[in-house]
């Protein structure tokens, strides 16, 4: 990333960078949201809404640090799980898992991750491992104990994708994985044909990638298998895809070590809340038992300060990072971290916070949307 062509001043910056370098049907695969992108729009008009109360004469700046799940983070905030970075950037995780050990954030390695958990553990610092229920059993259980060895902190389980929503950027660029790029962590036979098979192909509104995942990923997930997952692991188990309180009070019940407010970034039910609105609820249902951290739209400083006060333990950035990843590599992702925690740092010492949780002390106000 040269400095004298490009010189990134926010994390938005990085989008139209990413516009410029990546083959439209990649950079709408990752733009996109599913169905009309209702969902997609509201997570950000909706952390838009949210108006902070700032407090002054807090005595000092602030220190954005926090510990979560063991681990010291520099900033309450992890780098989401994101599938195929190789889309991106010829080094995809291994780059994303460097930027993240310098910044001294978590990455949440995606199940379908385009270089191996193995490979990328040895760049990360604090690695976290994101599992998508599979039909084969024998293969989440391998998976599972592939993370515990390479020294995961946290086992985070998605739970809102029994099938892949209907992303019709995709459907219309006709989208497909290039044939170097692949789900690196499933063995030669596990992984179906990227083109899909039998009636998952034939139909119109899916792309050649919502078939793959079709038939790699089960829809029969239960609670009783959060269960069984629950006593099969030691790691910390983070619930991923959580929007209603009832959930959330199901999960803390499991024995869930955290919680995820998530809309999968609008990619699944288009009717879904954003997910800052639905974080206040899960919240106030959680008591306390367990962190609970919000993912969608974050982009900004200002909007995991917004995160903090309406209660998050921390959020998850996903896009942006994908965007810094596309237009400069490690480095790109590397400057991406940088502002963000600078971005932070500013906005808590302006809301008169010393730390991180104190954010959540703030009073806010959510102003109407159009």
Not at 224 to 246: E, F, M, S
Not at 264 to 280: I, K, N, S, T
């Amino acid at each position: 990333m040269a400095a004298e062509e490009f010189e990134p001043l926010s994390l938005a910056d990085f989008e139209e960078r990413a516009r410029a370098v990546l083959p439209v049907p990649v950079f709408d695969y990752v733009a996109g949201g599913a169905g009309s992108e209702g969902t997609l729009a509201a997570n950000r008009a909706a952390l838009d809404a949210v108006t902070v109360y700032p407090r002054v004469l807090p005595g000092g700046p602030a220190d954005p640090r926090i510990e979560l799940f063991g681990g010291t983070l520099a900033m309450p905030v992890a780098v989401a799980p994101m599938a195929y970075q190789r889309l991106l950037h010829p080094d995809g995780e291994l780059a994303m898992a460097e930027a993240t050990a310098r910044a001294g954030v978590p990455m949440i390695l995606s199940t379908l991750s385009s270089c191996p958990m193995e490979e990328v553990a040895k760049a990360a610092d604090q690695l976290w491992f994101q599992l998508y229920w599979l039909r084969d059993r024998e293969l989440v259980d391998d998976l599972i104990g592939r993370a515990e060895a390479i020294g995961c902190r946290a086992l985070v389980v998605t739970v809102d994708l029994p099938m892949q929503g209907r992303r019709l950027r995709d459907v219309r660029n006709a989208f497909h994985l290039p044939p170097d790029v692949i789900a690196a962590n499933l063995q030669p036979g596990d992984e179906p044909s990227a083109a899909g098979s039998g009636a998952h192909r034939l139909q119109p509104s899916r792309s050649a990638v919502a078939a793959h995942t079709t038939e790699l990923i089960s829809p029969l997930l239960t609670w009783a298998d959060l269960a069984w997952l629950r006593n099969r692991t030691r790691l910390p188990l983070v619930i991923k895809g959580i929007l209603d309180p009832a959930d959330a009070r199901q999960a803390v019940e499991l024995g869930a070590d955290g919680l995820v407010v998530s809309n999968h970034g609008g990619r699944q039910l288009d009717a879904a809340p954003a997910g800052v609105q639905a974080l206040p609820a899960v919240v106030e249902e959680v008591a306390g038992r367990c962190p609970v951290l919000l993912d969608g739209g974050i982009s900004s400083g200002t909007d995991v300060l917004r995160a903090l006060a309406l209660g998050a333990t921390a959020v998850l950035v996903g896009r942006p990072m994908l965007w810094a990843l596309a237009a400069g590599g490690p480095a790109g992702a590397g400057r991406a971290l940088e502002l963000l925690a600078a971005e932070l740092t500013d906005t808590l010492t302006l809301a008169g916070c010393r730390t991180a949780a104190a954010a959540g002390q703030l009073r806010t106000v959510r102003r109407s949307q159009p």
